[in-house]
């Protein structure tokens, strides 16, 4: 999964359109989106399928304020405190959480994408694997 934007829209219509449509022109496909709204402002918290610098490109172009974070996909138990556990021990860890959203359920699990600030360190305390290190070649 790419980079998590979070991003501050002024809450009148067509503002999300206008961001869908200016990520569309740089060839940025939307996978995911929540939107809310509080007051005079709208959060649109989206992922992408790539193009992280084009994302921050058109959200920096438009003026539009945002929080970009890398994301971390894990299982936990679906349950009402689980999440609150997890991000406990995150937190513990120096480790800020700048959104997250359920990708499924299914079972008494729940798939969640958390957008950290250090996904190193977020990997290591969830238990998950490091990420493959880029620079090494892949063997085939």
Known sequence: MSQQFVVQLPNRPGELAHLAKALCARG????????????????????????DEDTTDVLKG???????GTSVVVQ???TPCALGEVSDRLS???INI????????????ATWALS???EDKARTI???????????????
């Open 126 to 140: 969830l238990g998950l694997p490091p990420l493959p290190d880029e620079a090494e070649p892949v063997e085939g």
């Open 28 to 51: 940025v496909n939307i996978i995911q989106v929540n939107q809310t709204t509080v007051g005079n402002l709208t959060s649109a918290e989206i992922y992408t399928d790539c193009c």
């Open 76 to 78: 936990i138990e679906d």
């Open 62 to 68: 438009m003026g539009f304020p945002f929080v970009a």
């Open 92 to 94: 513990h860890a120096g």
């Open 98 to 109: 700048k959104g997250c959203c359920v990708l499924a359920r299914a079972d008494g699990r």
């Open 116 to 118: 950290v600030d250090k």
